[in-house]
Each structure stands twice: as C-alpha cells, then as structure tokens.
C-alpha cells in the first residue's frame, strides 16, 4: 500500500504560479512512476504529467508543456509539481498518483495507477 496526500493548492489570479507537493508513505517510494492527474468540473480526469522512477524521465500533456514541471525527490518521498503561467482553463482538483510500472501512453491512463491521493483543488481567476 501506498498512501499519498497532496497539498499545495489555492486561489491564484492568472499568470501566477503555484507549486503541489504530494507526500508518499508506505511501501519504497523509488519503486514508483509518479503522476499528476486533474479533473475539472464537469469533465472527465484527465493525465498532467509523469516522472519516471529516478526523475530522469518526464512527459507532459500538451496543454501544460512549458508552463508545468514535474520533479520528484526520492530521499524524502515526494513529488512536486511546478505550475507557471497559470490559466483560467487549469482550475481543477489535481491528484498524483502512483504506479508499479508503465510504459509509452499507458503512462497516460488513470489504469496505469494503483494509489490515488484525495486531490488538492486548483482555481485560477481571470
């Protein structure tokens, strides 16, 4: 099991910028692909980015590539994720989430993910 809970979320106007943090505890931190997910009202959730185990490696959605970075530190189980440049559009509850392994675009699929955290919600005003 692995228990995640996020924070780090708010009222920002656009433009600005907030940083999410999403804390892990449980089973080996390292042993996961790390995701943020979002879901706005209404809509279906919807993938924002993923690290790979090391933070080598990550992907983003098109909607937020170079305004998102998403970073992980695995000595304090963490995973960060970075919003610049905020837009009305990014108003969302957002959620990281953990899997045991994925690869290509099933890392982009909420079935990729075992653990879930409870969402922090974003609202970004014009």
């Known amino acids: 099991q692995v228990q995640l809970v996020e924070s780090g979320g708010g009222l920002v106007q656009a433009g600005g910028s907030l940083r999410l943090s999403c804390a892990a505890s449980?089973?080996?931190?390292?042993?996961?692909?790390m995701g943020w997910f979002r879901q706005a009202p209404g809509k279906e959730r919807e993938f924002v980015a993923v690290?790979?185990?090391?933070?080598?490696?990550?992907y983003y959605a098109n909607s937020v590539k170079g305004r998102f970075t998403i970073s992980r530190d695995n000595a304090k189980n963490t995973v960060h994720l970075q919003m610049n440049s905020l837009k009305p559009e990014d108003t969302a509850v957002y959620y990281c989430?953990?899997?045991?392994?994925?690869?290509?675009?099933?890392?982009?699929?909420?079935?990729?993910?075992?653990?879930w955290g409870q969402g922090t919600q974003v609202t970004v005003s014009s």
């Open positions: 989430a953990a899997s045991p392994g994925c690869s290509g675009d099933w890392c982009y699929a909420e079935g990729a993910y075992d653990y």
């Open positions: 449980g089973r080996t931190f390292s042993g996961y692909i």
């Open positions: 690290i790979s185990w090391s933070g080598g490696s990550t």
